[in-house]
């Protein structure tokens, strides 16, 4: 990845720059470490929802695809 782009999509992932203002290079790389961030959340994000759910909070679906409150399960 050359330097400048590092650097704007460092600054895309960050929020300090829109991905929409990105090229459409930049935006692919964007895209693609954006959902291998998504896809594995930190410790600190699983805490956070197993403390919602403990506390049953939240709204989910169910295997059938209906909303479920946490509470409901």
């Known amino acids: 990845m050359r330097e400048e782009t590092n650097k704007r999509v460092k600054?895309?992932?960050e929020g300090h720059l829109a991905p929409?203002?990105?090229?459409?290079?930049?935006h692919e790389i964007w895209a693609d470490v954006f959902m291998q961030q998504m896809a594995n959340p930190t410790p600190a994000?699983?805490?956070?929802f197993a403390e919602r759910r403990?506390?049953?909070l939240g709204v989910g679906h169910d295997e059938g695809g209906?909303?479920?409150h946490a509470s409901n399960q």
Do not use: I, N, Y
Not at 45 to 48: I, L, R
């Open 54 to 56: 403990r506390k049953g």
């Open 11 to 13: 600054a895309a992932l």
């Open 45 to 48: 994000e699983g805490a956070f």
């Open 66 to 68: 209906s909303f479920v």
């Open 20 to 26: 929409s203002d990105l090229t459409d290079e930049e």
